[in-house]
């Protein structure tokens, strides 16, 4: 949902500071044509963290005003080799 531009509308809160992280993960892999494992393949995956429990981590690509958020990646915390948070950027309605 997004919020009209107006002066006496105003989105809910949201987080003041949103945390900017690199994620490196081991993906499963998929073949279909050969005899061979081909193992697992090492990725790494930049966003906004929005959720991490001892299960998962869940980074997104944006973050809207009205708290939406879109492109969300969740990789089972048994995948996760490391996390780095890069920065930690204040966020809100008011922010330019």
Known sequence: MRW???????PPKTP?????VLVKWEDATHQDDTTE??????????????YKNK???SVCMEVFADGDKK????????????????AE????????
């Open 4 to 10: 009209p531009r107006t002066k006496t509308t105003k």
């Open 16 to 20: 003041n500071k949103v945390k900017i």
């Open 37 to 50: 494992p081909i193992g697992t393949m090492m990725a790494w995956t930049t966003g906004f963290l929005i």
């Open 55 to 57: 299960k998962e981590l």
């Open 71 to 86: 492109a969300i990646t969740t990789i089972p915390a048994g995948m996760v080799r490391h996390y780095k948070i890069l």
């Open 89 to 96: 950027v204040p966020f809100g309605h008011d922010e330019n």
